[in-house]
């Protein structure tokens, strides 16, 4: 039953026509876990990715492995042995470092854990795992470590917030982004806006600089990420979609949410 569920085929992976040598990182799987989602009527939030020597490029099934550098605690934990806010907001080689919590596609909420930082946790809302009841997440969700931008400022004291345009990228890797623009929104009242980013590497999106050129080169991305974090939570969710802004107030934000952070410590 679990092997029929992810379509696991030595010489096929998920109808691909790919090998499970081809796919290149797919690891393995729990089958007892999977037996017992499929026999409670779970849902599944793991993901295969499809990569070639060429390509970083994925193909984001729902199904989630973990990365390498990352270990898997229980269902609901990963853990680095390092700190995930030990990553500067700034890489080596000049790009923003953004960590994944909720790869593109998928819906279950994960997020880094606030009392143990080496962790990215399943958030749990009523007892319960939390999984988003829409579409899976139009791109890479997460946070950019080392910032924190308090109300005063229009945040909420938390790590900005992040969607990574581009294939899905697995849950609690450090990846290398672009801002170019952000999505200005409120929540309930209170001021929740979305750094946009795209992926600087192996990405149709990676040449993207601004909103106003993904709006010419890729039209209509936009506005689907605008209608989908207004629906997400439904019709009464309390999300409103205020406006877009660019690059520069998107790198203006990160820049204050740095300085923040430093004075926090």
């Known amino acids: 039953m679990s092997k029929h569920l992810l ?21 393995g799987y729990q089958e007892k876990g999977l037996e017992k989602v499929s026999k409670t009527k779970g849902k599944l939030d793991y993901m295969l990715r499809f990569k070639t020597s060429q390509s970083g490029n994925g193909l984001a099934y729902d199904a989630t492995q973990t990365p390498v550098t990352v270990n898997q605690v229980d269902t609901f934990t990963i853990e680095r042995k390092r700190s995930f806010n030990d990553y ?111 992926l600087t590497n192996d990405s149709p999106f990676s040449n993207v600089k601004s909103i106003e050129q993904l709006n010419n080169d890729f039209v209509g991305v936009s506005e689907i990420i605008k209608v989908w974090f207004e629906s997400y939570k439904g019709r009464d969710g309390g999300m409103e979609v205020l406006g877009w802004g660019e690059a520069e107030e998107a790198n203006s934000i990160l820049e204050q949410a740095k300085n923040s952070y430093l004075t926090m410590k």
């Not at 930082?117 to 946070?143: C, H, M, S």
Request: aromatic residues 6%; glycine residues 12%.
């Open 7 to 27: 379509s696991i085929k030595t010489d096929s992976v998920g109808g691909s026509g790919k090998s499970t040598q081809e796919m290149g990182i797919f690891e």
């Open 88 to 198: 500067p907001v700034i890489s080596a080689n000049g790009s923003i470092n953004a960590i994944v919590e909720i790869p593109t596609g998928t819906s279950a909420k994960w997020e880094l854990n606030k009392e143990n930082p080496n962790q990215i946790i399943w958030e749990f809302k009523n007892d319960a795992p939390r999984i988003v009841n829409y579409l899976g997440y139009p791109g890479n969700y997460g946070t950019i470590p080392q910032t924190a931008l308090p109300k005063e400022l229009g945040g909420d004291g938390d790590p900005l917030d992040v969607l990574v345009l581009g294939q899905a990228v697995p849950r609690g890797d450090v990846i290398n982004v672009r801002l170019i623009g952000v999505l200005k929104m409120m929540d309930d009242g209170e001021q929740d806006d979305k750094l946009i980013a795209v």
